[in-house]
């Protein structure tokens, strides 16, 4: 094994792999260390991607309880197998590991099983089944994200768990209580709920979703409490406690709070243990993010970071955005992120997307603006399917009618919102958008109509 190297990427996550692969591809000599046997992250190993697969299981099986017969298709004796299930998501998760794995010997990116810790003048000590020290040019540190924690509350691998736990439960729960009214702790609760488990979701802030457009987080609660999801808003949790296969959960000024199961999904800190990045002259924040400028460059010279861990939208794809434009600045000189086009998806049903400004943002900044909003229930594809509810928010400059934000509720709409994030790319209007003819019938279709509703236009509505 070589142990000098033009780039040393540190953890093997979106960010990282993606940005070793680009490296290669841009002519650095390239290394990527891991300590996880399987690379991916958290995204791929007990993240997004197995999540999506329970989301996509469980989908399943409420439908053919709930929906099929309205169709015509009778389904009776329908169970869950959850040792099955939990084989089919891990069978997913190999299968896009293997790929990763295939993709590095192709790129002829050195893959290192170890940890990482910076020494130092470029220099990374490996421990791990083969100890080695690497010297390199420039180093990158990828290293995401952990699942944060509440004071008064300490999971126990078991009854009282983070995501990680939550995806691989031998058995659906009786009663499920979710601390935190975030994405993982709905798309976790959406899954488990439709298994059949009663399910109590805890938020400290009086809404859902916070960052999220107000307006959309307001639908998505109202859908998901018809669907059996119990909210208790305001709610400061103090602490949780598990005895004898039972959680005990307490409320500030409220009753004790009892069930089977504790999911504790309130947000995700950096990966920073044992890096070495005091040692090395990397600055971090008071929360732990790593100090990056422009470029991804840290305060040490020639280490760089990307990722969750240098804190922002915590999402896979902003990591490999990131990821490539820092590498392609150190080969090139030049390398960007538009982080105004970046969307954002939450996968429960009906899914939620959004892209640039929140209506909310743009009030408090005071932007003049226009808004056009079309309903999936006058949509003709999405009554076919059985998906009525939902709707497409465009928010577009009062004056330049250049788009600011999209935000959508509904089926399907983390595909369609790929249509906004190209057209806030390349800086349309709405009147671009709804110039555009889409196929019909298509939910896409929905998009175009709201872009027509800027300007009170929309023909089907």
Known sequence: MADSFDLVVVGAGPGGYVAAIRASQLGLKTALIEREKQLGGTCLRVGCIPSKALLETSELYEKSKKQFAERGLVVSGISVDIAQMMKHKQGVVNTLD????????????????GHGTLKGKGLIEVTGPTPVTLTAKSILIATGSVS????????????????????????????LVVIGAGVIGLELGTVWRRLGAEVTVLEYLPRILPGLDSQIAAEAQKTFEKQGIKFKLGAKVKSARSAA??????VEGAELVECDRVLLAVGRKPCTDQLGLAEAGVQTDKRGFIQVN??????????YAVGDVIGGAMLAHKAEEEGIACVEKIATGYGHVNYGAIPGVIYTAPEIATVGASED????????????????????????????????????????DRVLGVHMIGPHVGELIA????????????????????????????????AMAVDKRAIHS
């Not at 078991?158 to 729960?173: F, H, M, N, Q």
């Not at 296969?245 to 307490?250: F, L, Q």
């Open 98 to 113: 293997m790929g990763i794995q295939g993709l590095l010997k192709k790129n002829k990116v050195e893959r290192i099983v």
């Open 294 to 303: 422009a470029g991804y460059q840290t305060t040490a010279a020639g280490i």
């Open 361 to 400: 943002a743009l009030k408090e900044a005071d932007i003049k603006y226009k808004v056009g909003r079309f309903s999936f229930a006058a949509n003709g594809r999405a009554r076919a399917a059985g998906h009525p509810e939902g709707f497409v928010k465009v928010l577009a400059d009062a004056e330049t």
């Open 419 to 450: 249509e906004a994030a190209v057209a806030m790319e390349f800086g349309a209007s709405s009147e671009d958008i709804a110039r555009c003819c889409h196929a019909h019938p298509t939910l896409s279709e929905a998009v175009k109509e709201a």
């Open 148 to 175: 944060s924690t509440l004071p008064g509350i300490e999971p126990d691998g078991d009854r009282i768990g983070t995501s990680t736990e939550a995806l691989s439960w031998p058995e659906v729960p009786k009663h």
């Open 245 to 250: 296969g039972r959680c005990v959960v307490e």
